[in-house]
């Protein structure tokens, strides 16, 4: 478990979905989890996919819903006709009021079983590929309607498959709802990280000694203490870099980071990017609505 990070995405709780177009892909991406919905749409290319305990091969095509909280990554050869087409959005869409209602009960029958993850038909793909790249082109009011349009007829399509086990869900990497100790010491370190912070001063936070809070931390959360810090100042890092101007050097110290050669290495070890590789590649190939 401790190859998969944590991702911490660039959501804002004003953005309605992120949408990413990546052409041609990359897929060095690490298994990674986040509170997000994701939908991926993988196209011409072969490979292998991974949703939480589910590891299947995909041919050419490939869309899935991932729920959150759910590990996942895709993982195939580099070639110039590579595309994925990525749409992010906020866990909190399943209690807003409009999923409340019954048109969209669909919908939210779909958001819930996606806590396993759901594939979709080649037929459906076929169906819906077109709709996606359109949505990638589009702006304004009329993407949001285009967006919920997408979630009901995927909601509604025939020959959809659940990925991952039916236990996987209790066997969830994200366990820190079940402890109190560990909603304190996650929410110290959101709060927090911008700075050092040791393990005797998480230790002293929640009354344990170093050595156990250390095995506490891992058992709860299935990755140490270091991962888990890194998680989230890297997260937030490259948050600033898409939505800020300031320099990378002052974006690393911002993050908790006591030098750039340490940030520039740490970055790359989650993103497989150089954060000035990262701040380019994002202004290209993301937007928000």
Request: net charge positive; with cysteine.
């Amino acid at each position: 478990m401790s190859s998969i990070h944590a991702e911490i995405t660039n959501l804002n709780p004003e953005d309605m979905f992120l949408l990413a177009n990546h052409k041609p892909a990359k897929f060095d991406y690490p298994i990674h989890f986040h509170s997000d919905y994701e939908i991926n749409l993988v196209m011409n290319v072969s490979g292998k996919r991974i949703i939480g305990d589910s590891v299947e091969n995909f041919k050419e095509f490939d869309l899935v819903l991932t729920g959150s909280n759910l590990p996942h990554a895709w993982k195939a050869p580099f070639n110039s006709n590579n595309h994925i087409i990525n749409i992010k959005f906020q866990a909190e869409i399943l209690e807003s009021w409009i999923l409340s209602k019954r048109l969209f009960l669909p919908v939210r029958e779909m958001l819930e079983r996606s806590s396993r993850g759901i594939l979709f038909s080649e037929e459906t793909i076929q169906g819906m590929r077109g709709r996606f790249i359109k949505l990638s082109q589009s702006q304004g009011f009329s993407s949001a309607l285009e967006f919920m349009s997408i979630l009901y007829d995927l909601a509604t399509s025939q020959k959809q498959r659940v990925l991952a086990s039916t236990n996987y869900s209790s066997l969830s990497v994200v366990k820190t709802s079940q402890s109190r100790r560990i909603s304190i010491i996650c929410q110290y370190i959101n709060q927090n990280y911008h700075r050092e912070i040791t393990l005797k001063e998480i230790g002293e936070l929640v009354n344990m000694s170093e050595s156990a809070i250390s095995h506490f931390f891992k058992k709860r959360t299935s990755r140490n203490f270091i991962t888990y810090l890194n998680d989230v100042r890297i997260g937030n890092a490259s948050r600033l870099l898409e939505e800020t101007t300031r320099s990378i050097s002052d974006i690393a110290y911002s993050c908790g980071f006591n030098n750039l050669s340490n940030f520039n290495h740490t970055f790359k070890k989650y993103r497989n990017q150089t954060p000035k590789e990262y701040r380019n590649d994002i202004q290209n190939v993301i937007t928000k609505y």
